[in-house]
């Protein structure tokens, strides 16, 4: 990170932007109220640190030492920037005064399906809405999504999901399983999901950012935090700071029956707000893996400081094509929106890992 003093000219800036791109690196510019800020992306060690201290109008040369830099809250707070990001779609805003909820069913069977349950989410007081079309399932002879079923199909669920987002007023959340649907789904989509199996693709990550849709990343069950910031910065250094950030749960330890799905990380939940300043959201479907415990974990979520919560909603949950065990009905998700928003009222200002 170079930091400019603060009558630093335009010149002074652009001869080290043009001294760090001569090494094969770029440059993110980050220009405050007071300075500006120069992080660097790509292999450091082709730089002098030294030199670049040393350059007309550079204050100081700092090295960073986790591996996130750009994503993190010193970078945010030395540029003077906010150091909790509120991401803008449509009227919704995550991370900002207000908690949100993105809800829907795992997956779009039908259009009749989907229409109903944006509305019953709706109505119990969903602010975006959720629906798969490209499901990552772990068996070839299950379903697939409708995504799963050709390039037609995919389409058609895309332009329905964008009316029933139209009809009941509520941004779309979908998830891009692979590099191929990337086009598509943006063209439909307001936010694009990188499922937890994702996270650790660059290659989708860096092509997904440049969008420039906010997405929604999720962490990798068997990811450390570091880990999960580090891959988050793939995005970030793309220039696309919408990040929304997502704890889905870990791998549960130890022998035995483990009775959830997966281990809901909440002490994520305010380790990953301490350190950067995106968003954190919590998804206690996956987490939890059944529907007995999504009231309770989602309490839990937003009282550990979580900006919104995503979960799955389906009218008819023992019928469901995929994750019947954790959907709960509309009915289910508005006792959760009442509970949760009188939780925040309480712990609000806590939040953001204060
Ligand atoms: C999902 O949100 O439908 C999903 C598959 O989640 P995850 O990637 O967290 O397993
Ligand atoms: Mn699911």
């Known amino acids: 990170m170079i930091i400019m003093k ?22 993110d510019i980050s220009k405050g109220d007071f300075r500006t800020i120069i992080g660097l992306i790509g292999d450091e060690r082709k730089v002098s640190f030294d030199h670049l201290a040393m350059l007309p109008g550079v204050k100081e040369a700092r090295m960073i030492e986790t591996p996130y830099k750009l994503i993190s809250r010193e ?44 509305e019953g989410v709706k109505k119990a007081g969903a602010h975006a809405l959720r629906g798969g079309i490209f499901k990552p399932r ?14 037609e199909e995919a389409v058609e669920a895309l332009q329905w999901f964008r009316e ?15 590099e191929s649907q990337v086009d598509l789904i943006a063209k439909y989509v307001d936010i694009i999901q990188i499922g937890a199996r994702n996270m650790y693709d660059q290659d989708l990550l860096v092509k997904i950012a440049r969008t420039g849709k906010p997405v929604l990343y999720k962490r990798h069950f068997g990811a450390g935090i570091e880990e999960f910031l580090s891959f988050a ?33 909440l002490a994520a939940v305010p380790v990953i707000q301490k350190e950067t300043y995106l968003p954190v959201i919590v998804d206690p479907s996956h987490a939890a893996g059944r529907r007995d415990l999504i009231y309770s974990l989602s309490c839990a979520g937003i009282a550990a400081g979580a900006c919104g919560l995503i979960i799955e909603v389906h009218d008819n949950p023992a019928e469901a094509l995929v994750d ?12 959760i929106v009442t509970a949760c928003q009188s939780i925040y009222e309480t712990t609000g200002k806590r939040r953001n890992g204060g």
């Open 75 to 118: 970078y945010a707070r030395m540029s003077g920037e906010s150091e909790h990001r509120v991401i803008k779609v449509g009227d919704i805003e995550i991370g900002g005064d207000d908690i949100v909820f993105i809800a829907g069913p795992c997956a779009i069977e039908s259009k009749q399906q989907l229409f109903r349950i944006a």
């Open 233 to 265: 910065e793939y995005m970030v250094a793309e220039d696309n700071k919408d990040i929304i950030l997502c704890e889905r749960g870990v791998l549960p330890l130890g022998k035995g029956k483990s009775y959830t799905r997966y281990t809901l990380d």
């Open 138 to 151: 772990s068996s070839v002879h299950s379903f697939q999504g409708l995504g799963g079923a050709g390039e």
């Open 164 to 178: 029933a987002g139209d009809k009941f007023e509520m941004p779309l959340v979908t998830e891009v399983r692979g």
């Open 324 to 335: 019947g065990p954790q959907q709960i009905t509309p009915d289910e998700f508005s006792e």
């Open 6 to 27: 603060s009558d630093a000219t335009q010149e002074q800036i652009k001869a080290v932007v043009r001294e760090i791109e001569s090494h094969g690196l770029r440059a």
